[in-house]
Protein backbone atom coordinates (compact mmCIF):
# COMPACT_ATOMS: atom_id res chain seq x y z
CA UNK A 1 0.00 0.00 0.00
CA UNK A 2 1.62 3.21 -0.89
CA UNK A 3 1.86 5.95 1.74
CA UNK A 4 -0.71 8.04 0.37
CA UNK A 5 -3.42 5.32 0.36
CA UNK A 6 -2.73 4.49 3.97
CA UNK A 7 -2.94 8.30 4.71
CA UNK A 8 -6.30 8.18 3.52
CA UNK A 9 -7.85 5.53 5.32
CA UNK A 10 -6.22 6.86 8.50
CA UNK A 11 -9.66 7.92 10.53
CA UNK A 12 -9.21 10.79 13.26
CA UNK A 13 -10.57 8.56 16.36
CA UNK A 14 -13.99 9.47 17.61
CA UNK A 15 -14.22 10.99 20.79
CA UNK A 16 -17.68 10.43 22.76
CA UNK A 17 -18.33 11.62 26.10
CA UNK A 18 -16.66 9.05 29.04
CA UNK A 19 -18.91 6.53 30.21
CA UNK A 20 -21.11 7.72 33.00
CA UNK A 21 -20.66 11.40 31.82
CA UNK A 22 -23.40 13.16 29.49
CA UNK A 23 -23.37 16.49 27.21
CA UNK A 24 -26.69 18.53 28.62
CA UNK A 25 -27.72 20.21 25.94
CA UNK A 26 -30.91 22.88 24.61
CA UNK A 27 -33.37 23.10 25.08
CA UNK A 28 -32.92 20.81 28.37
CA UNK A 29 -30.65 23.36 29.55
CA UNK A 30 -33.10 25.52 29.85
CA UNK A 31 -34.82 23.68 32.19
CA UNK A 32 -31.72 23.07 34.43
CA UNK A 33 -31.12 26.68 34.65
CA UNK A 34 -35.41 27.54 35.78
CA UNK A 35 -34.77 24.57 38.44
CA UNK A 36 -31.09 26.22 39.87
CA UNK A 37 -33.22 29.71 39.30
CA UNK A 38 -35.59 28.35 41.22
CA UNK A 39 -33.39 27.04 44.33
CA UNK A 40 -31.48 30.07 44.31
CA UNK A 41 -35.02 31.66 45.01
CA UNK A 42 -36.15 29.40 47.54
CA UNK A 43 -33.32 29.18 49.63
CA UNK A 44 -32.79 32.85 49.61
CA UNK A 45 -36.16 33.59 51.11
CA UNK A 46 -35.29 30.82 54.05
CA UNK A 47 -31.99 32.88 54.70
CA UNK A 48 -29.59 30.80 53.10
CA UNK A 49 -26.24 31.76 51.10
CA UNK A 50 -24.79 30.34 48.27
CA UNK A 51 -21.27 28.67 48.78
CA UNK A 52 -19.15 26.86 45.61
CA UNK A 53 -16.45 25.18 47.03
CA UNK A 54 -13.60 23.29 45.02
CA UNK A 55 -14.48 20.33 42.57
CA UNK A 56 -11.36 18.48 44.39
CA UNK A 57 -10.07 17.99 47.97
CA UNK A 58 -7.81 15.72 49.88
CA UNK A 59 -9.01 12.30 49.47
CA UNK A 60 -8.53 12.59 53.37
CA UNK A 61 -11.24 14.18 53.79
CA UNK A 62 -13.71 12.32 52.13
CA UNK A 63 -12.12 9.02 53.71
CA UNK A 64 -12.91 10.68 57.51
CA UNK A 65 -16.12 12.76 56.92
CA UNK A 66 -18.29 10.12 54.91
CA UNK A 67 -16.50 7.09 56.40
CA UNK A 68 -13.99 4.53 55.04
CA UNK A 69 -15.97 1.83 54.77
CA UNK A 70 -18.70 3.42 52.92
CA UNK A 71 -18.61 2.46 49.09
CA UNK A 72 -18.34 5.68 48.04
CA UNK A 73 -15.31 6.14 50.05
CA UNK A 74 -13.87 2.58 49.15
CA UNK A 75 -15.07 1.89 45.70
CA UNK A 76 -16.22 4.73 43.82
CA UNK A 77 -13.68 7.85 44.30
CA UNK A 78 -12.21 9.46 41.25
CA UNK A 79 -8.58 9.73 42.62
CA UNK A 80 -5.51 10.76 41.52
CA UNK A 81 -1.99 12.12 42.76
CA UNK A 82 -0.98 15.34 43.18
CA UNK A 83 2.41 16.25 41.68
CA UNK A 84 4.08 19.35 41.65
CA UNK A 85 4.40 21.80 38.36
CA UNK A 86 7.25 20.73 35.84
CA UNK A 87 6.51 16.98 36.43
CA UNK A 88 5.58 15.30 33.28
CA UNK A 89 2.31 12.63 33.75
CA UNK A 90 4.43 9.42 33.31
CA UNK A 91 1.12 7.66 32.00
CA UNK A 92 1.27 10.34 29.21
CA UNK A 93 4.21 10.84 26.15
CA UNK A 94 7.06 11.44 28.28
CA UNK A 95 10.47 10.63 27.87
CA UNK A 96 11.56 8.75 31.12
CA UNK A 97 15.01 10.23 31.23
CA UNK A 98 13.53 13.96 31.28
CA UNK A 99 10.70 12.65 34.11
CA UNK A 100 13.53 10.88 36.43
CA UNK A 101 15.51 14.21 36.03
CA UNK A 102 12.18 15.90 36.90
CA UNK A 103 11.87 14.08 40.02
CA UNK A 104 15.02 14.40 41.19
CA UNK A 105 14.82 18.01 40.97
CA UNK A 106 11.39 18.32 42.73
CA UNK A 107 12.96 16.48 45.73
CA UNK A 108 16.29 18.66 45.67
CA UNK A 109 13.31 21.69 46.13
CA UNK A 110 11.31 19.72 48.53
CA UNK A 111 8.72 20.54 46.21
CA UNK A 112 7.82 16.74 46.80
CA UNK A 113 8.08 15.18 50.08
CA UNK A 114 11.79 15.20 50.95
CA UNK A 115 11.22 12.38 53.33
CA UNK A 116 14.09 9.04 54.04
CA UNK A 117 10.99 6.76 52.62
CA UNK A 118 10.92 8.93 49.44
CA UNK A 119 14.61 9.21 48.86
CA UNK A 120 15.77 6.43 48.76
CA UNK A 121 12.96 5.88 46.33
CA UNK A 122 14.34 8.62 43.92
CA UNK A 123 17.60 6.97 44.49
CA UNK A 124 16.56 3.50 43.05
CA UNK A 125 14.69 5.26 40.65
CA UNK A 126 17.82 6.19 39.12
CA UNK A 127 19.58 3.36 39.56
CA UNK A 128 16.60 1.60 37.36
CA UNK A 129 16.91 4.45 34.70
CA UNK A 130 20.36 3.92 34.31
CA UNK A 131 21.02 0.35 33.45
CA UNK A 132 18.03 1.05 31.74
CA UNK A 133 19.35 3.72 29.70
CA UNK A 134 22.44 1.56 29.34
CA UNK A 135 20.16 -1.50 27.93
CA UNK A 136 18.91 0.66 25.72
CA UNK A 137 22.61 2.08 23.97
CA UNK A 138 23.79 -1.65 23.99
CA UNK A 139 20.51 -2.22 21.37
CA UNK A 140 21.59 0.24 18.84
CA UNK A 141 21.51 0.84 15.67
CA UNK A 142 19.71 -2.70 15.28
CA UNK A 143 16.32 -2.23 17.64
CA UNK A 144 14.91 -5.62 16.85
CA UNK A 145 12.38 -7.42 18.90
CA UNK A 146 12.23 -11.10 19.02
CA UNK A 147 13.86 -13.54 21.29
CA UNK A 148 16.92 -11.26 21.58
CA UNK A 149 18.45 -11.42 24.77
CA UNK A 150 20.11 -7.77 24.61
CA UNK A 151 15.97 -6.77 24.01
CA UNK A 152 14.59 -8.88 26.93
CA UNK A 153 17.25 -7.15 29.45
CA UNK A 154 15.87 -3.54 27.53
CA UNK A 155 12.36 -4.68 28.37
CA UNK A 156 12.90 -5.49 31.85
CA UNK A 157 14.75 -2.56 32.60
CA UNK A 158 12.12 -0.56 31.22
CA UNK A 159 9.14 -2.14 33.23
CA UNK A 160 11.07 -1.56 36.36
CA UNK A 161 12.03 1.91 35.85
CA UNK A 162 8.06 2.61 35.49
CA UNK A 163 7.29 0.40 38.50
CA UNK A 164 9.79 2.33 40.62
CA UNK A 165 8.72 5.20 39.73
CA UNK A 166 5.20 4.54 41.10
CA UNK A 167 7.21 4.56 44.25
CA UNK A 168 7.99 7.93 44.22
CA UNK A 169 5.15 10.20 46.55
CA UNK A 170 5.09 13.20 44.21
CA UNK A 171 2.46 14.75 46.28
CA UNK A 172 -1.16 14.49 48.48
CA UNK A 173 -3.89 12.19 47.09
CA UNK A 174 -7.14 14.24 45.74
CA UNK A 175 -10.30 12.98 44.84
CA UNK A 176 -13.20 14.65 42.62
CA UNK A 177 -15.58 15.01 45.14
CA UNK A 178 -18.13 12.31 45.04
CA UNK A 179 -20.72 15.37 47.57
CA UNK A 180 -20.11 18.64 48.94
CA UNK A 181 -21.10 18.13 52.51
CA UNK A 182 -17.10 17.05 53.63
CA UNK A 183 -16.29 20.34 52.05
CA UNK A 184 -19.11 22.55 52.80
CA UNK A 185 -17.12 21.62 56.53
CA UNK A 186 -13.97 21.69 55.76
CA UNK A 187 -15.11 25.34 54.40
CA UNK A 188 -16.82 26.61 57.85
CA UNK A 189 -13.63 25.57 59.79
CA UNK A 190 -10.97 27.33 57.80
CA UNK A 191 -12.81 30.16 57.29
CA UNK A 192 -13.51 30.53 61.18
CA UNK A 193 -17.79 30.90 60.45
CA UNK A 194 -18.01 29.73 63.81
CA UNK A 195 -17.53 33.37 64.71
CA UNK A 196 -20.28 34.56 62.44
CA UNK A 197 -23.71 34.68 63.88
CA UNK A 198 -24.93 30.93 64.06
CA UNK A 199 -26.50 29.12 62.70
CA UNK A 200 -24.46 29.56 59.35
CA UNK A 201 -27.05 28.45 56.13
CA UNK A 202 -25.13 27.73 53.09
CA UNK A 203 -26.38 25.89 49.95
CA UNK A 204 -24.42 24.30 46.65
CA UNK A 205 -25.06 23.59 43.20
CA UNK A 206 -22.46 21.81 41.15
CA UNK A 207 -21.34 18.59 39.61
CA UNK A 208 -20.15 15.28 41.59
CA UNK A 209 -18.35 12.63 41.00
CA UNK A 210 -19.19 8.71 42.16
CA UNK A 211 -18.02 5.39 39.91
CA UNK A 212 -20.98 3.90 39.83
CA UNK A 213 -22.40 1.23 37.20
CA UNK A 214 -24.38 3.53 35.28
CA UNK A 215 -27.91 3.35 33.96
CA UNK A 216 -31.05 5.79 34.21
CA UNK A 217 -31.11 8.36 36.74
CA UNK A 218 -27.54 7.19 37.79
CA UNK A 219 -24.18 8.55 36.51
CA UNK A 220 -20.65 8.96 37.22
CA UNK A 221 -20.55 12.75 36.79
CA UNK A 222 -23.90 13.93 38.34
CA UNK A 223 -25.34 17.33 39.60
CA UNK A 224 -26.53 17.95 43.84
CA UNK A 225 -28.42 21.17 44.75
CA UNK A 226 -27.66 20.91 48.11
CA UNK A 227 -27.87 23.02 51.59
CA UNK A 228 -25.97 22.74 55.29
CA UNK A 229 -26.79 24.13 58.37
CA UNK A 230 -24.06 24.64 60.86
CA UNK A 231 -23.93 25.87 64.30
CA UNK A 232 -21.14 25.87 66.76
CA UNK A 233 -22.55 24.59 69.88
CA UNK A 234 -21.86 27.65 72.84
CA UNK A 235 -19.57 26.45 75.32
CA UNK A 236 -21.85 27.05 78.13
CA UNK A 237 -24.58 24.57 76.12
CA UNK A 238 -24.20 21.55 78.70
CA UNK A 239 -25.72 24.27 81.33
CA UNK A 240 -28.56 25.00 79.07
CA UNK A 241 -31.97 23.93 79.09
CA UNK A 242 -31.47 20.24 77.49
CA UNK A 243 -35.29 19.72 76.58
CA UNK A 244 -35.18 23.69 75.09
CA UNK A 245 -31.96 23.13 72.65
CA UNK A 246 -33.69 19.53 71.16
CA UNK A 247 -36.73 21.39 70.42
CA UNK A 248 -34.37 24.06 69.04
CA UNK A 249 -32.46 21.28 66.70
CA UNK A 250 -35.76 19.44 66.07
CA UNK A 251 -37.20 22.72 64.22
CA UNK A 252 -34.11 23.68 62.28
CA UNK A 253 -34.69 19.98 60.57
CA UNK A 254 -38.01 20.57 59.67
CA UNK A 255 -37.19 24.17 58.51
CA UNK A 256 -34.63 22.25 56.48
CA UNK A 257 -36.96 19.62 55.45
CA UNK A 258 -39.44 22.48 54.46
CA UNK A 259 -37.19 24.09 52.45
CA UNK A 260 -36.84 20.98 50.33
CA UNK A 261 -40.36 20.31 49.87
CA UNK A 262 -41.50 24.67 49.37
CA UNK A 263 -39.01 24.00 46.60
CA UNK A 264 -40.30 20.80 44.90
CA UNK A 265 -43.50 22.81 45.63
CA UNK A 266 -42.17 25.69 43.62
CA UNK A 267 -41.11 23.28 40.59
CA UNK A 268 -44.87 21.27 40.75
CA UNK A 269 -42.97 18.18 40.80
CA UNK A 270 -45.03 15.41 40.81
CA UNK A 271 -45.53 12.17 43.13
CA UNK A 272 -43.41 13.58 45.79
CA UNK A 273 -43.27 11.59 48.80
CA UNK A 274 -41.20 12.67 51.74
CA UNK A 275 -39.82 9.14 54.44
CA UNK A 276 -38.56 10.50 58.11
CA UNK A 277 -36.63 8.38 60.35
CA UNK A 278 -34.47 9.08 63.51
CA UNK A 279 -31.00 6.65 63.49
CA UNK A 280 -30.50 8.22 67.25
CA UNK A 281 -26.90 8.86 68.46
CA UNK A 282 -23.75 7.54 69.68
CA UNK A 283 -25.19 6.63 72.66
CA UNK A 284 -28.31 4.69 71.84
CA UNK A 285 -28.01 3.36 68.42
CA UNK A 286 -25.07 1.12 69.09
CA UNK A 287 -26.96 -0.74 71.20
CA UNK A 288 -29.61 -1.12 68.78
CA UNK A 289 -26.98 -2.74 66.48
CA UNK A 290 -26.16 -4.89 68.76
CA UNK A 291 -29.61 -6.07 69.48
CA UNK A 292 -30.37 -5.63 65.43
CA UNK A 293 -27.48 -8.00 65.07
CA UNK A 294 -28.62 -10.78 67.50
CA UNK A 295 -31.74 -10.71 65.83
CA UNK A 296 -30.05 -11.26 62.22
CA UNK A 297 -27.96 -14.11 63.30
CA UNK A 298 -31.10 -15.51 64.71
CA UNK A 299 -32.15 -16.04 60.77
CA UNK A 300 -29.15 -16.04 59.13
CA UNK A 301 -29.56 -19.31 57.17
CA UNK A 302 -33.16 -17.25 55.60
CA UNK A 303 -30.78 -14.10 54.44
CA UNK A 304 -28.90 -13.50 51.19
CA UNK A 305 -25.14 -13.72 51.14
CA UNK A 306 -25.12 -9.84 51.03
CA UNK A 307 -26.98 -9.59 53.85
CA UNK A 308 -25.21 -12.43 56.03
CA UNK A 309 -22.12 -10.56 55.13
CA UNK A 310 -23.92 -7.25 56.52
CA UNK A 311 -24.31 -8.87 60.06
CA UNK A 312 -21.03 -8.61 60.76
CA UNK A 313 -19.60 -5.74 59.05
CA UNK A 314 -22.82 -3.15 59.29
CA UNK A 315 -26.12 -4.47 59.91
CA UNK A 316 -27.78 -1.47 59.69
CA UNK A 317 -27.74 -2.08 56.16
CA UNK A 318 -29.82 -5.22 55.78
CA UNK A 319 -32.74 -3.05 56.67
CA UNK A 320 -31.80 -1.45 53.00
CA UNK A 321 -31.93 -4.74 51.27
CA UNK A 322 -34.40 -4.97 48.47
CA UNK A 323 -34.61 -8.53 47.98
CA UNK A 324 -38.12 -9.96 47.81
CA UNK A 325 -37.07 -13.05 50.02
CA UNK A 326 -35.93 -10.94 52.74
CA UNK A 327 -38.97 -8.79 53.13
CA UNK A 328 -40.54 -11.14 55.57
CA UNK A 329 -37.65 -11.71 57.48
CA UNK A 330 -36.90 -7.80 58.20
CA UNK A 331 -40.64 -6.70 58.67
CA UNK A 332 -40.24 -8.76 62.00
CA UNK A 333 -37.39 -6.94 62.97
CA UNK A 334 -37.35 -4.48 66.13
CA UNK A 335 -37.92 -0.74 65.20
CA UNK A 336 -35.18 1.80 66.08
CA UNK A 337 -38.03 4.40 66.80
CA UNK A 338 -38.54 1.54 70.62
CA UNK A 339 -34.66 1.49 71.43
CA UNK A 340 -33.97 5.35 71.31
CA UNK A 341 -32.52 7.28 74.69
CA UNK A 342 -34.37 9.64 76.36
CA UNK A 343 -33.41 12.65 74.36
CA UNK A 344 -33.51 11.24 70.72
CA UNK A 345 -37.17 10.07 71.56
CA UNK A 346 -37.69 13.74 72.41
CA UNK A 347 -36.09 15.16 69.65
CA UNK A 348 -37.86 13.21 67.10
CA UNK A 349 -41.72 13.49 68.43
CA UNK A 350 -40.47 17.12 68.45
CA UNK A 351 -39.50 16.74 64.59
CA UNK A 352 -42.72 14.77 63.87
CA UNK A 353 -44.51 17.58 65.58
CA UNK A 354 -42.80 20.74 63.61
CA UNK A 355 -43.45 19.52 60.09
CA UNK A 356 -47.23 19.10 61.32
CA UNK A 357 -47.32 22.86 62.10
CA UNK A 358 -45.33 23.39 59.05
CA UNK A 359 -48.45 21.17 56.99
CA UNK A 360 -45.58 18.95 55.69
CA UNK A 361 -46.76 15.75 55.14
CA UNK A 362 -44.53 13.11 55.83
CA UNK A 363 -44.36 9.23 56.08
CA UNK A 364 -42.15 7.58 59.46
CA UNK A 365 -40.08 4.83 57.78
CA UNK A 366 -38.32 2.70 60.26
CA UNK A 367 -36.00 0.97 57.66
CA UNK A 368 -34.57 4.59 56.03
CA UNK A 369 -31.10 4.43 57.74
CA UNK A 370 -28.72 6.19 54.78
CA UNK A 371 -25.28 5.06 53.31
CA UNK A 372 -23.24 7.69 55.04
CA UNK A 373 -21.38 7.37 58.39
CA UNK A 374 -21.60 10.95 59.77
CA UNK A 375 -25.56 10.73 59.96
CA UNK A 376 -27.14 10.95 63.57
CA UNK A 377 -30.75 10.72 64.66
CA UNK A 378 -32.96 12.59 61.92
CA UNK A 379 -32.64 10.95 58.95
CA UNK A 380 -34.97 11.71 55.11
CA UNK A 381 -35.29 10.41 52.05
CA UNK A 382 -37.69 12.29 49.18
CA UNK A 383 -38.92 10.45 45.96
CA UNK A 384 -41.03 11.47 43.13
CA UNK A 385 -42.22 9.86 40.31
CA UNK A 386 -41.33 8.80 36.98
CA UNK A 387 -37.86 7.43 38.12
CA UNK A 388 -38.30 3.86 38.19
CA UNK A 389 -35.61 1.97 41.03
CA UNK A 390 -33.19 5.25 41.19
CA UNK A 391 -36.55 7.09 42.58
CA UNK A 392 -34.40 8.73 45.12
CA UNK A 393 -34.35 12.91 44.68
CA UNK A 394 -33.19 14.14 47.53
CA UNK A 395 -31.41 12.47 50.98
CA UNK A 396 -30.33 14.34 54.01
CA UNK A 397 -29.97 14.13 57.82
CA UNK A 398 -28.43 15.83 61.01
CA UNK A 399 -24.68 15.24 61.63
CA UNK A 400 -24.00 16.94 64.51
CA UNK A 401 -19.93 16.36 65.60
CA UNK A 402 -18.78 15.91 61.83
CA UNK A 403 -17.07 19.45 62.00
CA UNK A 404 -15.43 18.31 64.77
CA UNK A 405 -13.94 14.85 63.21
CA UNK A 406 -12.58 17.00 60.78
CA UNK A 407 -10.69 19.33 63.24
CA UNK A 408 -13.24 21.98 63.96
CA UNK A 409 -14.53 22.96 67.02
CA UNK A 410 -17.95 21.19 68.54
CA UNK A 411 -20.52 21.87 65.61
CA UNK A 412 -24.35 20.88 65.26
CA UNK A 413 -24.95 20.57 61.27
CA UNK A 414 -28.04 19.48 59.15
CA UNK A 415 -28.21 19.14 55.56
CA UNK A 416 -29.78 17.56 52.64
CA UNK A 417 -28.44 16.72 48.74
CA UNK A 418 -31.10 17.28 45.74
CA UNK A 419 -30.07 14.83 42.69
CA UNK A 420 -30.73 17.42 40.15
CA UNK A 421 -30.50 14.74 37.34
CA UNK A 422 -33.51 12.65 38.86
CA UNK A 423 -35.54 15.98 40.13
CA UNK A 424 -35.15 17.43 36.07
CA UNK A 425 -35.82 13.46 34.40
CA UNK A 426 -38.68 13.34 37.07
CA UNK A 427 -40.33 16.75 36.04
CA UNK A 428 -39.77 15.78 32.37
CA UNK A 429 -41.93 12.24 33.12
CA UNK A 430 -44.61 14.07 34.16
CA UNK A 431 -44.83 16.74 31.78
CA UNK A 432 -43.77 19.41 33.58
CA UNK A 433 -40.59 20.77 32.14
CA UNK A 434 -42.41 23.48 30.27
CA UNK A 435 -40.62 23.18 26.78
CA UNK A 436 -38.24 26.37 25.81
CA UNK A 437 -39.60 28.62 24.47
CA UNK A 438 -38.87 29.65 20.63
CA UNK A 439 -37.44 33.55 20.01
CA UNK A 440 -39.85 36.13 20.31
CA UNK A 441 -39.05 37.92 17.44
CA UNK A 442 -37.32 37.29 13.90
CA UNK A 443 -36.51 40.17 11.75
CA UNK A 444 -37.09 39.62 7.93
CA UNK A 445 -35.20 42.02 6.12
CA UNK A 446 -33.98 43.17 2.88
CA UNK A 447 -31.44 45.52 1.28
CA UNK A 448 -28.87 47.15 3.00
CA UNK A 449 -31.03 50.16 4.16
CA UNK A 450 -33.31 47.63 6.05
CA UNK A 451 -30.03 45.53 7.45
CA UNK A 452 -29.20 49.23 9.11
CA UNK A 453 -32.93 49.36 10.61
CA UNK A 454 -32.85 45.69 11.35
CA UNK A 455 -29.64 46.03 13.39
CA UNK A 456 -31.03 48.98 15.30
CA UNK A 457 -34.26 47.31 16.24
CA UNK A 458 -32.62 44.09 17.36
CA UNK A 459 -30.58 46.03 19.93
CA UNK A 460 -33.73 48.17 21.30
CA UNK A 461 -35.65 44.82 21.52
CA UNK A 462 -32.73 42.85 22.98
CA UNK A 463 -32.34 45.99 25.62
CA UNK A 464 -35.79 45.68 26.42
CA UNK A 465 -35.50 41.78 27.08
CA UNK A 466 -37.35 40.11 23.99
CA UNK A 467 -35.29 37.80 22.14
CA UNK A 468 -34.62 37.99 18.89
CA UNK A 469 -32.74 36.29 15.96
CA UNK A 470 -31.64 38.65 13.25
CA UNK A 471 -30.14 36.88 10.44
CA UNK A 472 -26.78 37.67 9.22
CA UNK A 473 -28.20 37.63 5.37
CA UNK A 474 -30.88 38.60 3.60
CA UNK A 475 -33.82 36.52 2.46
CA UNK A 476 -36.81 36.21 0.54
CA UNK A 477 -39.57 37.04 2.55
CA UNK A 478 -40.78 33.51 2.18
CA UNK A 479 -38.20 32.02 3.11
CA UNK A 480 -37.34 34.32 6.52
CA UNK A 481 -41.00 33.87 7.60
CA UNK A 482 -40.14 29.92 7.07
CA UNK A 483 -37.25 29.97 9.05
CA UNK A 484 -38.88 31.96 11.77
CA UNK A 485 -41.69 29.27 12.09
CA UNK A 486 -38.85 26.34 12.37
CA UNK A 487 -37.31 28.53 15.39
CA UNK A 488 -40.62 28.41 17.03
CA UNK A 489 -40.74 32.77 16.66
CA UNK A 490 -43.58 34.58 17.94
CA UNK A 491 -43.42 37.56 15.82
CA UNK A 492 -42.06 37.84 12.44
CA UNK A 493 -41.07 41.66 12.15
CA UNK A 494 -40.84 42.32 8.48
CA UNK A 495 -38.18 45.53 7.64
CA UNK A 496 -38.01 46.23 3.40
CA UNK A 497 -37.46 49.41 1.42
CA UNK A 498 -41.38 50.39 2.49
CA UNK A 499 -41.37 49.93 5.73
CA UNK A 500 -38.13 51.77 6.05
CA UNK A 501 -39.15 54.93 4.24
CA UNK A 502 -42.83 55.15 6.02
CA UNK A 503 -41.18 54.46 9.24
CA UNK A 504 -44.17 51.90 9.32
CA UNK A 505 -43.30 48.10 10.32
CA UNK A 506 -44.77 45.64 9.74
CA UNK A 507 -44.84 42.58 12.41
CA UNK A 508 -46.78 39.55 11.63
CA UNK A 509 -48.38 37.26 14.37
CA UNK A 510 -46.93 33.55 13.45
CA UNK A 511 -49.70 31.16 15.05
CA UNK A 512 -52.95 33.20 13.15
CA UNK A 513 -50.69 34.53 10.37
CA UNK A 514 -52.61 38.28 11.35
CA UNK A 515 -50.52 41.65 10.06
CA UNK A 516 -50.50 45.08 11.31
CA UNK A 517 -48.15 48.20 11.15
CA UNK A 518 -46.62 49.93 13.80
CA UNK A 519 -44.22 52.84 14.29
CA UNK A 520 -41.12 51.72 15.79
CA UNK A 521 -42.43 53.59 19.86
CA UNK A 522 -45.36 52.01 18.64
CA UNK A 523 -43.97 48.26 18.20
CA UNK A 524 -42.44 48.37 21.27
CA UNK A 525 -45.29 49.08 23.57
CA UNK A 526 -47.75 46.41 21.53
CA UNK A 527 -45.18 43.71 22.19
CA UNK A 528 -44.41 44.48 25.96
CA UNK A 529 -48.07 44.46 26.31
CA UNK A 530 -48.45 41.20 24.48
CA UNK A 531 -45.68 39.69 27.00
CA UNK A 532 -47.54 41.06 29.92
CA UNK A 533 -50.63 39.49 28.89
CA UNK A 534 -48.94 35.97 28.23
CA UNK A 535 -46.86 35.76 31.30
P1 LIG B 1 -26.37 11.02 48.63
O1 LIG B 1 -25.32 12.08 48.52
O2 LIG B 1 -25.86 9.65 48.31
O3 LIG B 1 -27.17 11.12 49.87
O4 LIG B 1 -27.39 11.30 47.44
C1 LIG B 1 -28.31 12.36 47.45
C2 LIG B 1 -29.07 12.36 46.14
O5 LIG B 1 -28.15 12.52 45.06
C3 LIG B 1 -29.76 11.04 45.83
O6 LIG B 1 -31.03 11.00 46.42
C4 LIG B 1 -29.84 11.07 44.33
O7 LIG B 1 -30.96 11.82 43.91
C5 LIG B 1 -28.59 11.81 43.92
N1 LIG B 1 -27.53 10.87 43.48
C6 LIG B 1 -26.67 10.17 44.22
N2 LIG B 1 -25.84 9.44 43.44
C7 LIG B 1 -26.19 9.68 42.16
C8 LIG B 1 -25.74 9.25 40.88
N3 LIG B 1 -24.70 8.42 40.76
N4 LIG B 1 -26.36 9.71 39.78
C9 LIG B 1 -27.40 10.58 39.88
N5 LIG B 1 -27.87 11.04 41.05
C10 LIG B 1 -27.29 10.60 42.17
New binding site residues.
Partial sequence: MSEGAAKKEEKPRKFQAIR?TRDLLPPETALWNRVERTAHEVFATFGFGEIRVPIFESTDLFARAVGGDTD?VSKEMYTFEDRPVGIPDLTAFTDLGEYVAAVESAIRREEIPNTPVNREAVQTLRKKFDDYAAASEQLKPGFSQGSDKKFETYRSFWYQTHFFAGHVQLGDLLSLR??ATASVCRSYIEHGMNSLPQPVKLYYTGP?F?R?RPQK????Q???I?AEVLEAVRPDAAKQDAAKEIKKDATVDAEVIEMVMTFFDRLELQGVQLDINSIGCRECRPKYVELLRAELLKVKDKLGPDSQRRIETNPLRVLDSKLESEQGIIATLPHIADHLCEECAAHYASVKHQLEMRGVIYRENWRLV???DYYVRTTF??TAQGLGS?N?????GRYDGLVELLGGPPTKGIG????????ILSLQESGKASAQKGRDVYIAWMGERAHATAIRAAKDLRKAGFSVELPPVEQKFGKALGQADKLGAKYALILGDNEVSEGLWTLKTLADGSQAKYTEPDLLEHLRKQKALSS
Fill in positions: GIPEMREGRYRFYQGRGLEIQAVCGGFAIGEDRL
